[in-house]
């Protein structure tokens, strides 16, 4: 059973930056999994944000919701199990609760993380951006 800890968020003006962490334990030790980040906000639905996968020889792919590209960079350290996202330039509508997830399903295609495929989520994290 994979478990999920996540560390970073907070409250900050638009345009500050905010770096959130996250490491896995538990599980197998296959190589090939991916971990990324979805966010939510009252009354909204769950929206992906980022994401990066390994494939069993450890070649990695990261993905970015169009809200986040250039502005967002997930990195990961496939061994260690962990992966972090900086956040530069945030606005007020980056703010959110920040879910780290883990799910056996690798993405090597440009697309979003879906929900769907999420096999454990963390305990997630506020991020608040003031305006």
């Known amino acids: 059973q994979v478990q999920l800890v996540e560390s970073g968020g907070g409250l900050v003006q638009a345009g500050a930056s905010l770096k959130l962490s996250c490491a896995a334990s538990?599980?197998?030790?296959?190589?090939?999994?991916?971990m990324g980040w979805i966010r939510q906000t009252p009354g909204k639905e769950r929206e992906f944000v980022a994401s990066r996968s390994w494939t069993a020889s450890r070649t990695f792919y990261s993905n970015y919701a169009d809200s986040v590209k250039g502005r967002f960079t997930i990195s990961g350290d496939n061994a260690q199990k962990t992966v972090d996202l900086q956040m530069n330039s945030l606005k007020p509508e980056d703010t959110a609760v920040y879910y780290c997830?883990?799910?056996?399903?690798?993405?090597?295609?440009?697309?979003?993380?879906?929900?769907?495929?999420?096999?454990?989520w963390g305990q997630g994290t506020q991020v608040t951006v003031s305006s």
């Open positions: 538990g599980g197998g030790t296959s190589s090939r999994y991916t």
């Open positions: 997830v883990f799910s056996d399903r690798v993405i090597t295609t440009p697309q979003p993380m879906d929900a769907s495929a999420v096999k454990t």
